[in-house]
């Protein structure tokens, strides 16, 4: 299984980005999508995310601002960032927990990141 992100870049303060991440492979199901970011000297920190009961989680620096979906069809997750502040600077990664066509286990799958990079 793999994830490609897209969707990042430069904007501007007040601007908005829309990342897409699409899992590939032997996907049985999708148990947990979410997107996390990570800045220089920091640790990885969640910014929106699935939660078991069908609803969304967001960190609250994303709350009011980011949108997350999903698209089961696509094995697909986005995030609608909106009103974006050079705090939202980093790289931001999709998460997916997987279980797999060849074995009924969870697995835990990241992207390679995308940077989405806010100036002021």
């Known amino acids: 299984v793999q994830l490609q992100a897209s969707g990042g870049g430069l904007v501007q303060a007040g601007g908005s980005l829309r990342l897409s991440c699409a899992a590939s492979?032997?996907?049985?199901?999708?148990?947990?999508m979410g997107w996390f970011r990570q800045t220089v000297g920091e640790q990885r920190e969640l910014v929106a995310a699935f939660t078991n009961g069908g609803g969304t989680k967001y960190a609250d620096s994303a709350k009011g601002r980011f949108t997350i979906s999903g698209d089961n069809a696509k094995n697909a997750v986005y995030l609608q960032m909106n009103s974006l502040e050079p705090e939202d600077t980093g790289v931001y990664y999709c998460?997916?927990?997987?279980?797999?066509?060849?074995?009924?286990?969870?697995?835990?799958?990241w992207g390679q990141g995308t940077l989405v990079t806010v100036s002021s």
């Open positions: 492979g032997s996907i049985f199901s999708i148990n947990a």
């Open positions: 998460r997916m927990v997987v279980v797999t066509t060849s074995r009924p286990l969870e697995y835990d799958y």
